[in-house]
Every structure is written in structure tokens, then in C-alpha cells.
């Protein structure tokens, strides 16, 4: 699609928390700021069972918005078996397009381990179930992380309706290193990338994006949280997700528009949007 000959900007905000209160004053604006930035979707996450179902309620109010629906791994305490199935029933609505954000988190401490293990197996298992990608929060935690995602793939995954998608997972705001991303695209998942890669000292992500691979990556804001630089500490948004995919270009070699391009490519096919 082009305006004036020039080719319109495309952009997919993979990854955002846009029922939080920072937006409470300003959703509208937030969201149209968004898509005059070249925003076409965005998707926002669910950490507990409320913002899960505030995830889908935002997604019949805005077009341009999908829901995941999850249990974050640092919301898990209570979690019981039956909060699976309250999990499947909001999976069934139609703008619901992943299983997130679950994982594991062992920077905050607040969940013991095997406890939050438990609750990404069978959020896992449900996403296998149902046909949806998940979208893993991975803090400090790539062993375990890598340990559940390779039994999981090994195991759980054959014959299920995820299997026959394209991708069946991300690891979001990507800390790894080029040996896990390495297993990670063989286990059939893809990499997402926000902020922290625009960040000047992030010397670390610096070295490691010129070896991904461009068509295994989505970018994504974490908006309210990992405002790209020059925002960097302020409440973010989801229009700054073009931030990303400047740096994205720049550390590639590739022009601004062929990286909107890839991206914007990777999460239509990822989420399976229209
Ligand atoms: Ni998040």
C-alpha cells in the first residue's frame, strides 16, 4: 500500500500491557498514537485471570488490538488447576491470538521455582491444546527455561494443533545469548526484541542482533515498561515500537522500511492475522 508513492510504513507491537493503569487517562490517544505511527496491531497481555479478560475487552473496543491471555509467572502463587479452564474459555474468543505472557522469573523471587514451573507446564500444555503460541517471559531463568521448552517440544508438542503451526512460541525482550537463540529457532521458536536494544550501554544486545536471524524476530514495546532510548525511564507506548526497528536497522544494515517489512511479516504469520 503506498501514499503519495512512497511506501507506508508497517509496524506490529508485538508485545504490550495496555490494561495497566498508566494508560487509564489516555487509552484512546495512546492507541491513535499508535497507529499514526504505522501501528497496524498491537498485541496486549494478560498476567493474571482480571487482565486477561481486560486484554479482550480492549480488543473489542480497538481494531487494531489482539489479546494473549496467561498467568505471568510472578502472579502465579495462586494458582490452581481450575484457573486452566477459566484460561481456555477466554483462549476461545476470536481476537485472542496467543498464550501469554507465562514463563519464568527467578530475578524477583516472589513464586518458588518449582511452583512456577508447574504453572508453565500446563499453560504449555493448554496452548499445545488450543493451537496458540505461547509468549515466554524469561528472567534469569534461561536453564530452566531451556530444560521445560526442549521436553515440552520433545513430548508434549507432536500431534497437537500447535505443531502444525509455523511457530509455536516467543521468547519476549530476548536476554539469551547466540546459543540459545540458536535452539531455541531449532525447537521452532522465534525471538522478540523491545527497548533495552536501544539502549546505549546494552553493548551485549549490540553484539548478538547482527547474528539473528531477521526473519525469526518480532519487535515489541513492553509498554508501559522498557522505554526505548531517548524515553528511556519514562511510561512508554505502543508507537515507540518504531524505535526498535531503527535500531534493528542500523545494527542489521538493512533499511528502516525492510526491517518493518520482515517484522511486521514474522508477527502477521506468528499471531496468524488477517
Ligand atoms: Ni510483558
Known sequence: MTINGAP???????HCHLDLPHFDEDRPQVVARAQEAG?????T????LPSSRQAIDLAEQYAAVYAAVGVHPNDSADFQSEMLEQLRALAAHPKVVAIGEIGLDDYWKTVPMDHQIRVLQLQLDLAAEL?????????EAHEPMMAELRDWVRTRLPGSPLAKR??????HSFSGNLDMAHEAYELG??????GPVTFKNARDLHALVPQ??????????????????????????????????E??????????EEVCQLTTKTAQTFFNLP
Do not use: C
Open 189 to 194: 521458536f522465534i525471538l522478540g526484541l523491545a
Open 131 to 139: 493451537g496458540l503460541p505461547v509468549i515466554l517471559h524469561d528472567r
Open 212 to 245: 539473528l536471524d531477521p526473519t525469526r524476530l518480532m519487535i515489541e514495546t513492553d509498554a508501559p515498561y522498557l522505554s526505548p532510548h531517548p524515553h528511556r525511564g519514562k511510561r512508554n507506548e505502543p508507537a515507540r515500537v518504531r524505535l526498535v526497528a
Open 166 to 171: 509455523p511457530f509455536v512460541g516467543v521468547l
Open 39 to 43: 501501528v497496524i496491531a498491537m498485541v
Open 45 to 48: 497481555q494478560g498476567v493474571d
Open 8 to 14: 507506508r510504513i508497517e509496524l506490529i507491537d508485538s
Open 247 to 256: 535500531k534493528l536497522a542500523e545494527l542489521w544494515g538493512l533499511s528502516f
